[in-house]
């Protein structure tokens, strides 16, 4: 069987139970209707008659005739006044009539049923004479109310009151009402199929609505957006919904940045250790081209003490190289173990400067250091020493006999300036590689190992410090932007 859709669940549901209440409802009315009708009408026979009672206490017994056939007039009832052991029967308008023992009104109120004409009609022959002449009886309608109450009057003669109510005009409404019934529920369905529609309508408009932006939302589409203002809980899902994908959007295009930033990583990594592998297969290549060629005394190298030592010193520079590549691995996890704290930036200046003093005294460099406007700042006192190390070294080594270093702070900035050929714009842009070296011949002795920028480009960004590194008219500056310490 083909499930339905919300739309015809809703609609059919609406349907039903509208028409479910409409015959309950209107098949209720039809059977309390006598009932609340009776009630209503022995209130209001109780009613007429104690008004009765009331004026016939207030006046005497010439008065009290007048009255009760005025109350019989105005309220089209029977009322059967006896006073003194006089009876007096005063009639309302278009009465059928029967007859009934007065014993049999005791009091309250008495429901005559509705009797069958041709009874009444021969009991009527039989003793018409006898009826009228006897004023034992008292004259009432079939299908009637009888109310019967005593009084007092003014002058202390007591009496009694028998009142009717005639019922027959109830009898006729209810057959109307049974006739009108039918034409009564099929007008309230027909009503309830349009009301059902429109409330089935409004009910799943919206949530329809919200699932075309949810099919918009699953193609990630960003634009996709649920405009719903009903206000209610419909509205309150929607822009629950709409918080739910703006998060969702987000939470994936920050994981597709750390993707990228991740991918880059990795390929930087892969690059680090194809250059890597490069630059140690190098020197290792030189050691084992000497040692064989002073194995087998070949040439030059027949002098072993010249070239022992040579394979010395490429031994030293390869260890130095490997420290370098050890510490540029481990400042992944660095940025973890990092140990933040206040320090005075001209203290650890201070510290790591000492070193390079005698390497610039014996390049006969001028180093001008100027400590102050020096500020306090909140970092790793470690890896930002290993930076000002790795900068310090490159403004020594790469600074002409007899020209300038000058260190000075300006602002919030440490500035690093060397008086040296200033490098052009092309090696500028990958002068922060890993094993980078600006000289075209790529010497060694003169360009390093290519590291020492790399690791102070990658321990800045874990500090978080920003950095620049520009040509001068008369050099290279480095210039270093630190955060306050609070």
């Known amino acids: ?65 007048s009255i009760a056939k005025d109350f019989a007039n105005r309220y089209n009832v029977n009322i059967k006044l006896t006073v003194q052991d006089k009876s007096y029967v005063f009639e309302g308008i278009n009465q059928t009539e029967v007859y009934i023992e007065p014993d049999s009104l005791d009091g309250g109120s008495l429901v005559i049923p509705e009797i069958e004409e041709n009874i009444v009609l021969q009991e009527l022959n039989n003793s018409s004479n006898q009826i009228e002449q006897n004023t034992n009886f008292f004259k009432v309608k079939a299908n009637s109310l009888v109310n019967n109450k005593k009084f007092k009057t003014q002058d ?15 009898k006729e409404a209810r057959s109307v009402v049974f006739m009108i019934l039918p034409y009564s529920i099929g007008i309230s369905l027909i009503i309830s199929l349009f009301a059902s529609y429109i409330y089935a309508k409004v009910i799943t408009n919206p949530i329809k609505e919200i699932c075309e932006t949810t099919k918009d939302m699953k193609d990630l589409n960003k634009d996709a957006y649920c405009d719903i203002n009903t206000g209610d809980e419909i509205e309150l899902l929607a822009h629950n919904i709409n918080s739910l994908y703006k998060t969702l959007w987000n939470t994936i295009n920050s994981l597709k940045q750390e993707i990228e930033n991740v991918s880059k990583s990795e390929q930087s990594k892969v690059d680090f250790l194809r250059s890597a592998s490069h630059e140690l297969k190098t020197p290792l290549m030189s050691i084992h081209i000497m040692l064989e060629n002073m194995m087998l005394n070949i040439g030059k190298y027949k002098n072993h003490d010249v070239y022992l030592a040579k394979c010395k010193d490429t031994v030293v520079d390869l260890s130095n190289m490997v420290q370098e590549i050890l ?20 203290d650890l200046l201070t510290k790591t400067i000492e070193p390079y003093k005698i390497t610039a005294k014996y390049k006969d460099i001028n180093m001008n250091i100027d400590y102050s406007n020096s500020l ?73 190992n290519g590291l020492g920028l790399y690791i102070v480009k990658q321990i800045l960004n874990t500090l978080d410090i920003s950095y620049s590194f520009d040509a001068t008219e008369n050099g290279m500056k480095f210039t270093l932007t630190f955060k306050e310490a609070l």
């Open 327 to 346: 510490d540029t691995s481990r400042l992944n996890t660095w940025n973890e173990q990092s140990e933040y704290k206040t320090i005075d930036v001209k």
């Open 1 to 65: 069987m083909k499930k339905l859709k919300l739309f015809q669940k809703t609609y059919l549901f609406t349907m039903i139970l509208m028409a479910l209440i409409i015959i309950i409802s209107h098949t209720l009315l039809y059977m309390l209707l006598p009932t609340f009708y009776m009630n209503k009408k022995e209130q209001d026979l109780e009613n007429i008659s104690t008004q009765l009672i009331q004026k016939l206490e207030e006046t005497n017994e010439n008065d009290s005739k």
């Open 156 to 170: 202390g003669i007591n009496g009694s009151v028998k009142t009717m109510m005639d019922l027959q005009s109830f």
């Open 376 to 448: 306090d700042i909140n970092t790793d006192e470690k890896l930002l020493s290993k930076a000002l190390s790795n900068i310090i070294s490159n403004a020594v080594n790469y600074t002409d006999s007899g020209k300038n270093i000058n260190i000075y702070f300006n602002n919030k900035s440490l500035v690093v300036e060397n008086e040296c050929e200033p490098i052009p714009m092309e090696h500028l842009e990958r002068i922060f590689e890993a094993f980078y070296r600006a000289e075209f011949d790529r010497n060694r002795n003169t360009g390093g």
